[in-house]
Structures are given as C-alpha cells and as structure tokens.
C-alpha cells in the first residue's frame, strides 16, 4: 500500500491524485492505524525546517513511520522539505533532524554561487545521475524536475548521493540509503518524469 502522510506540510491531494493517473492508489495518512499496512511511504514537506520538523514530531505519526522504515524495512521517499528533515541538522533552524541520512542542510548563498542566479531556486532544471537506481528507472539522464526552494541537502557520505542539479553551483537534488530515498524537487509538479519516478518508487 502506497501512504502519503499527513502531517500539515504538504500538497496531499496533488500527490493522490498523480498516483491516481498512474493507476496506483495511494491513501492518505493522519493516524498511526493508517500507516499499518503502508509499503511505500511519502513523506511531503512545504515551508521552514523547523515548522516542518515540529509539525511531524507533533502529529504522533513520526514513531510509526520510524517503525514502519527501520522496522518493517518499507520504502520512504522524502520531497522538498521532507527530504531535508530526513538530514541531522539545517542551517535554516535550530531543531534536530530525523538523522535518518547524514548530512546538514544548508542555504543556497549568493556569495558561493559560481554565476549570479536568482533566488529562491524556483522553476524546471536538470537532474543528472552517474549510477542506475530503481527510482530512476526510464527517467533520462538531465531530465527536468520542478523545484521550488532556497536550501541544500549536503550529504555527509558521498555514496547517499543519487543525483545532482547545477544553480549557480551543483548540489544535491536525490539521495537513497537503503529503502530511504528524498528528492528535493517536487515529482508531484513535474508531469512525466514526475509520474514515472512516483510509478518507480511504488513499484521497488
């Protein structure tokens, strides 16, 4: 079972319903019962690291989700900020991340860019990969993806690295360790190769 998890963070219905044009149900989650049958789990997340990480310590969902992943070994797939709580720490607040893939968040700076670009890094860019993942199963090398967002993923081992996008300067746009996967563009804005990635990840 596909379960996008609810939170108070994120664009439920544009999720269910790009799963619903892949012919693949999803359901929405706000309670822990909800999670019990869960394989593939969607974690969104829209606005401040910290509002989004004491929204989901909040919600009493974030034990279950836990279990479920490290547990139960099901899949999750972080997006925008959903992925960045899944780092330590974040540049952007001061609470403690979900530590589930080493690294820190970090704010995209106009100072370290290596040409002037606008900000926040809003709109399509490419996402380039060098290995083969199930998550990018048909999605070409330098597709595009929709972002939206003013912060980076910096992941502390090279090898949670999944793909990189060039704004200004490069940086990490998708990153998997195990059954823990994290985009930080938003698959469910990004049409067919946001469809296909979302068919990808409900099918590993």
């Given at each position: 079972?596909?379960?996008?998890?609810?939170?108070?963070?994120?664009?439920?219905?544009?999720?269910?319903?790009?799963?619903?044009?892949?012919?693949?149900?999803?359901?929405?989650a706000?309670?822990?019962?909800?999670?019990?049958?869960?394989?593939?789990?969607?974690?969104?997340?829209?606005?401040?690291?910290?509002?989004?990480?004491?929204?989901?310590?909040?919600?009493?969902?974030?034990?279950?989700?836990?279990?479920?992943?490290?547990?139960?070994?099901?899949?999750?797939?972080?997006?925008?900020?959903?992925?960045?709580?899944?780092?330590?720490?974040?540049?952007?607040?001061?609470?403690?991340?979900?530590?589930?893939?080493?690294?820190?968040?970090?704010?995209?700076?106009?100072?370290?860019?290596?040409?002037?670009?606008?900000?926040?890094?809003?709109?399509?860019?490419?996402?380039?990969?060098?290995?083969?993942?199930?998550?990018?199963?048909?999605?070409?090398?330098?597709s595009?993806?929709?972002?939206?967002?003013?912060?980076?993923?910096?992941?502390?081992?090279?090898?949670?690295?999944?793909?990189?996008?060039?704004?200004?300067?490069?940086?990490?746009?998708?990153i998997?360790?195990?059954?823990?996967?994290?985009?930080?563009?938003?698959?469910?804005?990004?049409?067919?190769?946001?469809?296909?990635?979302?068919?990808?990840?409900?099918?590993?």
């Open positions: 079972m596909i379960v996008v998890v609810d939170y108070g963070c994120g664009n439920l219905n544009a999720f269910i319903n790009s799963f619903k044009r892949i012919n693949k149900k999803a359901v929405v706000t309670k822990k019962e909800h999670l019990k049958e869960a394989k593939n789990i969607i974690l969104p997340g829209v606005g401040s690291f910290d509002h989004v990480m004491k929204s989901f310590n909040k919600s009493g969902l974030r034990e279950e989700v836990e279990k479920k992943v490290f547990n139960d070994n099901a899949r999750v797939l972080g997006v925008c900020a959903g992925m960045q709580i899944m780092s330590n720490s974040s540049e952007e607040g001061k609470e403690q991340g979900l530590g589930w893939i080493p690294g820190e968040v970090k704010k995209i700076k106009k100072d370290h860019l290596i040409y002037p670009t606008k900000l926040p890094h809003m709109g399509w860019n490419e996402v380039s990969y060098s290995n083969s993942s199930p998550l990018l199963k048909e999605i070409n090398n330098r595009r993806f929709y972002f939206v967002h003013s912060y980076y993923f910096e992941c502390q081992n090279k090898s949670d690295i999944l793909t990189k996008t060039d704004y200004g300067k490069s940086f990490v746009s998708a998997n360790n195990k059954n823990i996967f994290g985009v930080q563009f938003h698959p469910e804005k990004s049409h067919q190769n946001g469809q296909q990635l979302l068919k990808n990840f409900s099918e590993i």
